[in-house]
């Protein structure tokens, strides 16, 4: 086994680093392409999108997800620092288990989602799309806290699908069979320390493995080796946006525009207008953005996030949404074609109080053909469960494929 020591990275020498993961991903990646993610380069497609998705609804697909963006939390105030800063009531979340949550400034307008890891008693992993590090130091005034970004201290790999329980088995972690979903548990392989949490970015069976850099490459090897006969796979960014679509998850500056980033107020989204409602908790105290979201709450919002069936076989990619009477309403956020739920499915945002369960609305397709493009009025309705939401993504322990 050989441990490879990363330097600390410096930004004014290099401004986009390899992952930990880089000389195995280049070994996969047939298409010799690469995309920038955070400060890391990222693979679009190692050799196709759509049989890397296959991959992560058949059998295993892996995604290297070092460059999201890790803040730990840690100290005596912990936990009174994150449930002002979070939507959410964190003490609901225990020791050993991870919590979704959004936060929002002082007008109720969304920042960013993410995931809380409660790692132990006053220490807390903060994971999330975009690098939040200014707004939780400044939010950090008058509590006993420590808050710094790990990003580069910590690599991960997230393993999705319904062979990735039986390999990670094979590869010697069967006492993660317990877990349920959300939690996480500390483990060794061949003695070197590791964090497995049953959590993932597609709707379905996953687990991500959190590792020091230096021993990403030794992880790598032991995961494809313990693979091999159950379909494991690399799977690429673009992969990956498709399974998130189908599971009916939410993607930050594609989905909704961080408030931070909006030159226009109008143009952001508050939790309710994402369908986040439920994360928002009042009965827990003060937190920032709670007066916003209770007039909001009052008064109504402004729009909502819904989920399209649509007929025929097009994306709507960034396509208008027409009520009966022909006015737009909103528009798509994300659109794919489907081959697990065999429909063209999409996320829009629309105007309230369009958008209920069962409503039938058109959406105004455009999509080109050697050339030529065409134009297509395709009927729609709105859904209210996620596309993809098999069985096997709670059942506890895992089938063993």
């Not at 979070?86 to 609901?92: C, F, L, Q, Y």
């Not at 317990?178 to 497995?196: H, N, Q, S």
């Not at 022909?326 to 956020?333: A, C, N, P």
């Not at 999509?367 to 096997?392: C, I, N, S, T």
Request: aromatic share 10%; with cysteine.
């Amino acid at each position: 086994m050989r441990t490879v020591r990363f330097d600390k990275r410096d930004h004014y020498r290099n401004a986009v680093f390899p992952s930990p993961f880089h000389s195995r991903q280049s070994q996969h990646n047939q298409t010799r392409e690469w995309s920038r993610w955070s400060d890391y380069q990222s693979v679009p497609a190692y050799w196709c999108a759509d049989m890397e998705y296959f991959a992560g609804r058949n059998t295993c697909g892996v995604f290297d997800i070092t460059p999201m963006v890790k803040h730990r939390v840690s100290g005596p105030d912990a936990l009174p620092y994150l449930n002002r800063l979070m939507t959410r009531d964190v003490a609901k979340i225990k020791p050993g288990r991870v919590g979704y949550s959004v936060w929002c400034n002082e007008a109720g307008r969304v920042l960013d989602d993410g995931t809380i890891f409660h790692l132990a008693d006053g220490s807390y992993r903060i994971c999330s799309q975009e690098r939040q590090i200014d707004w939780f130091l400044a939010s950090a005034e008058g509590f006993d806290v420590q808050v710094r970004e790990e990003t580069h201290d910590v690599a991960g790999l997230a393993v999705q699908g319904p062979t990735s329980y039986a390999v990670l088995r094979s590869m010697g972690l069967e006492s993660i069979g317990t877990l349920t979903p959300f939690g996480l548990a500390d483990v060794e392989l061949d003695g070197i320390p590791m964090m497995v949490s049953r959590t993932g970015f597609t709707g379905d069976l996953g687990y991500e493995l959190w590792i020091d850099p230096g021993h990403a490459e030794f992880l790598w090897d032991r995961l494809f080796a313990a693979g091999e006969l159950h379909g494991i796979r690399a799977m690429g960014s673009q992969a990956l946006d498709l399974l998130r679509i189908e599971a009916g998850f939410i993607l930050a500056g594609v989905d909704f525009l961080p408030a931070w980033e909006a030159v226009r107020t109008d143009h952001t989204r508050s939790p309710f207008e994402l369908g986040l409602g439920w994360l928002v908790h009042f009965d827990k105290g003060l937190f920032t953005g709670r007066r916003a979201l209770q007039e909001e709450r009052e008064n109504g919002s402004r729009c909502r996030l819904v989920k399209l069936d649509i007929e025929g076989n097009k994306p709507a990619k960034d396509a208008y949404v027409f009520d009966s009477g022909g006015k737009v309403i909103g528009t798509v956020t994300s659109a794919m074609w489907s081959p697990s739920a065999k429909a063209s499915i999409a996320l829009a945002s629309l105007e309230m109080p369009h958008g209920e369960a069962g409503a039938k609305l058109e959406v105004e397709i455009y999509y080109q053909r050697e050339l030529k493009w065409h134009r297509v009025m395709a009927g729609a309705r709105v859904v209210d469960k996620p596309f993809w939401d098999p069985p096997r993504r709670r059942q506890t322990p895992p089938a063993d494929f």
